[in-house]
């Protein structure tokens, strides 16, 4: 039973000194769900004795988010706002049988990697340790970790490991914190009751007796309350209301300008505890509230404000790309609605992953690796579209590129005969491609930025105006130029976004329009005459100018000790090999990506697209 009222709860939200916003940050299966569950439990919205059983890991009300839908790949947070808590204790006291001083050892290697770390960020900080099992709902809170050894003859504390009479002295860590822990676990797991009564022994009688003694709820209510600061110095302000018009801004929008920008009522304001949602009139800045009505307005990110001038706030950035894909089918086809709204929710409840429906109307799901997505679709078919699903094995991303300049002019003719396109392409010079990803280099540039091509000469920058391809002007003194310009643009955006060699994205790649021949009539020059003109001259440029395909390379560390890998995005490497061959590897990839993409299973050559006078 709940503890507390909504009432209650409402008048806490008013004292923002008393308000703390924190996340659970751990890999898979490292016990983040058994934690959070022992402070909801200490609301009340569980019963204590299934604090480590009950999967309840959606609750918000008490500000406590776990991320248990992805690994971890961001940086630490500064040591100032963070808390480190050793745990699986138990694990290492009952399965591995350490004892004191090798488990002293073992924790001491723990502390030293988190602090090179957080030391990358910020200054470590003392009294932020625990140890403890959140499986037993138990935490012992660590305010002095150092070396200090405790003489019982002389009755005092020293930095010396012998004493007077040359005798061995323990650690005071092992003697006062873990022999203790020690000998409840031994005494508790050497117990033998009754043959009658065996509801209260082994691992039970131990978590009932570290859960009373050490209770992992009261632990961590006291350690957030001390250790996290009030979020009252955070930049949000004001008061959202019921019924109030805002100003809802996407990650893309540009003050001033109206796109990626709508003005709509907030329906209604809610307070999400658990699994249940609690209406509530208004909510005071520094606390975490649910809006209805602003959802389908964003996909993943944004800004709501009522204020006209104000800026959106910078968009998150991580440090990898969806590069391993996997494709998602229902059983029962009568679920397919239920899959497309599925992965929308997917698609907003986690900004790494990607959900894509390709032209063959296969479902695709990009994440940051094999595991990542793993626990999404889990989450898709257990969670959001809640039903049984067919995944297939995963598949790594490529992407397209040029490695020299086209060889010749391309033409190409549109389907009715009477328009012209001439077209090449070429790699972009070094650094370029780098510099368009980090933001450096747009279209929208000044006229007179000095570069390999003048700005006011580039049309666009695509697919979409995110990947780093760009569509140049050097035509001289051509007619009805302006009134084709969109058709061209469309299908440059088509083409770089599904590729001449197997439709995978174009990378590093400048499409210079070299001359255009168009038919006086209106009618004989419409968007349906040149977008598959353009794209059909694009693909012949692409294959006169050497494609190669390009992979993805991560960034692997090793750490010493207990060694583990750790991998995140790097870059894009081409392969030096043409995908023409069937004996290697290029060719191999192109004629799978093809087959998983329902396309012909070989490149189409170039007289499909290249056109004679």
Not at 128 to 141: A, K, Q, V
Not at 576 to 603: H, M, W, Y
Request: net charge positive; glycine share 8%.
């Amino acid at each position: 039973m709940v503890n507390i009222t909504i009432d209650q709860i409402r008048m806490i939200m008013d004292k923002k000194s008393n308000i703390r916003n924190m996340s659970v940050v751990a890999h898979v299966d490292d016990g983040k769900s058994t934690l959070t569950n022992s402070l909801v439990s200490k609301a009340g919205i569980i019963v204590s004795t299934r604090a480590g059983e009950t999967p309840f890991w959606w609750w918000t009300l008490c500000r406590v988010y776990a991320s248990r839908r992805r690994p971890f790949y961001g940086r630490m947070l500064p040591s100032g706002s963070s808390r480190c808590l050793m745990n699986k204790m138990d694990r290492g006291l009952l399965e591995l049988q350490l004892e004191p001083e090798e488990l002293d050892l073992t924790l001491q290697c723990i502390v030293e990697k988190v602090n090179v770390i957080i030391s990358t960020n910020g200054n470590t900080v003392i009294g932020t340790l625990g140890f403890g099992s959140s499986l037993h709902s138990w935490d012992f809170p660590l305010k002095q970790f150092g070396d200090k050894y405790f003489d019982p003859a002389a009755s005092k504390f020293s930095k010396s490991a012998t004493a007077a009479d040359g005798k061995e002295l323990p650690r005071t860590f092992s003697q006062l914190i873990l022999d203790p822990i020690f000998k409840i676990f031994d005494a508790i797991m050497n117990f033998k009751n009754e043959e009658t009564d065996k509801g209260s022994e082994g691992k039970q009688l131990l978590r009932a007796v570290m859960c009373r003694w050490l209770p992992a709820r009261d632990t961590l209510h006291q350690v957030i309350t001390s250790h996290l600061p009030s979020p009252v110095t955070a930049v949000f302000s004001g008061i959202v209301s019921t019924g109030q018009k805002v100003r809802i801004m996407g990650p893309n929008y540009t003050p001033g300008k109206k796109e990626h920008l709508y003005l709509k009522p907030i329906q209604r304001t809610i307070l999400m505890m658990g699994h249940y949602i609690k209406p509530i009139e208004d909510v005071h800045c520094g606390n975490i509230v649910g809006l209805v009505g602003v959802d389908q307005f964003l996909v993943k990110t944004g800004t709501i404000t009522t204020f006209e001038h104000a800026h959106n706030l910078k968009v998150m950035k991580f440090s990898f790309s969806p590069m391993v894909h996997i494709a998602v089918e229902v059983k029962n086809p009568a679920d397919l609605p239920k899959l497309v709204e599925g992965s929308k929710r997917l698609a907003k409840s986690d900004p790494k992953v990607q959900c894509i429906i390709e032209q063959s109307r296969e479902f695709i799901s990009a994440g940051a690796g094999e595991l990542h997505l793993k626990i999404c679709l889990k989450d898709l078919e257990e969670v959001h579209a809640c039903i049984p699903i067919k995944k297939s094995d995963p598949v790594m991303s490529y992407r397209e590129m040029v490695s020299e300049e086209s060889n010749q002019l391309c033409l190409s003719q549109s389907p009715n005969k009477h328009n012209r396109l001439y077209m090449k392409v070429r790699p972009f010079p070094e650094g370029l491609t780098e510099d368009i990803d980090k933001g450096d280099v747009s279209c929208c540039q000044g006229a007179e930025d000095p570069g390999p091509v003048p700005a006011r000469e580039i049309w666009c920058i695509g697919p979409y105006g995110t990947r780093p391809n760009i569509l140049v002007d050097v035509t001289k003194g051509v007619q009805y130029f302006n009134v084709i310009k969109n058709s061209i643009v469309a299908g440059f955006q088509w083409t770089t976004k599904e590729g001449a060699l197997c439709e995978e994205h174009m990378r590093g790649s400048g499409i210079d329009i070299h001359d255009i021949a168009l038919h006086a009539d209106t009618i004989h020059r419409g968007g349906g005459q040149i977008i598959p003109t353009a794209r059909r001259v694009l693909y012949a440029s692409a294959h006169t100018a050497q494609p190669r395909l390009m992979e993805p390379i991560y960034l692997v560390s090793n750490t010493g000790g207990q060694g583990f890998l750790k991998c995140v995005f790097d870059h894009w490497q081409f392969l030096l090999v043409g995908p023409f061959d069937r004996s290697n590897r290029p060719c191999q990839a192109v004629a799978e990506t093809r087959k998983r993409k329902r396309l012909e299973g070989n490149i189409p050559l170039l007289n499909n697209f290249l056109d004679k006078l």
